[in-house]
């Protein structure tokens, strides 16, 4: 795979995934929904970690970095810093 073009990187994962994960817990639909959006955030290692917040249904990311998750609102995420997630709870010094 090495030297492949991205876009036929991501067939290539559409492919496969839906061959393996339809039927299951993941449909068609979702398995596109994950590949249309990716990559998003500037550096691919956050993409990771919204990808994981999206699929729990989290509410909250909670960050010290929040500028590099800017867009993840669109998945229904509200990414905050630490002291807004403890100001949020009660808890904030």
Known sequence: MEGQPFG???LE???TLKRICT???LSGNDIDGVLLWRPLLPDPKD???LELAVE???DFLVTFNTG???G???FG??????????AMIGEAP
Do not use: H, K, M
């Open 68 to 70: 590099d998750f800017v």
């Open 23 to 25: 039927g299951g817990s």
């Open 72 to 74: 993840a609102e669109r």
């Open 77 to 86: 995420v509200r990414v905050i810093s630490p002291r807004e997630f403890l």
């Open 56 to 58: 729990s249904r989290t």
């Open 13 to 15: 994962y559409e492919q």
């Open 8 to 10: 036929a990187l991501v």
């Open 47 to 49: 993409d990771f970690v």
